[in-house]
């Protein structure tokens, strides 16, 4: 069993279908669930995707696991361009994504961090057979710290 983790607004905590807007490894209306290997990294993300605005809000921390049975494929960071960490490089991670959630091939894909290329996120394809293999383990509250945001 493996555990990764999501940090949600509350009301959304419960909901994990992805939701659909573009981000590194989705274009717009291709759903895809982001998550990542520890609390921290998770933290980091949505520290960066939010530009630090909104962070006062009711957010939980969604402890998810998953048997090791699940197929999972992963993408390596020297595999991808120089700057598949950038803006510029969103195609290009987009069409990946798009791809392996077509295709179907596998419910997980581990990437590496945009943010710390050693670290990663698991992303998990909410139409692929086998996502209901994913739970959660249990939800958390979460509270950025105020120095974060100033």
């Known amino acids: 069993m493996m555990l990764v983790y999501r940090i949600s ?3 959304w905590a419960k909901n994990l279908n992805g939701s659909g807007y573009p981000a590194r490894w989705n274009p717009k209306g291709v ?3 982001y998550t990542a290997s520890t609390r921290a990294l998770t933290c980091l993300e949505n520290l960066v995707h939010r530009s630090g605005e909104g962070l006062h809000k009711n957010f939980k921390t969604i402890v998810l696991h998953f048997p090791d049975s699940i197929s999972m494929d992963q993408i390596y960071p020297d595999e991808l361009p120089l700057n598949w960490h950038t803006r510029n490089g969103y195609p290009y991670c987009q069409d990946i994504g798009q791809k392996w959630v077509e295709e ?5 894909l581990k990437v590496p961090s945009s943010i710390i290329a050693e670290e990663n996120n698991y992303l998990f394809n ?3 057979p086998e996502f209901r293999q994913l739970e959660v383990f249990r939800i958390e509250n979460f509270i950025f710290d105020p120095r974060l945001t100033n």
């Open 9 to 11: 607004i509350a009301k």
């Open 31 to 33: 759903y895809i669930l």
């Open 104 to 108: 179907q091939k596998s419910c997980v």
């Open 126 to 128: 909410p139409k692929h």
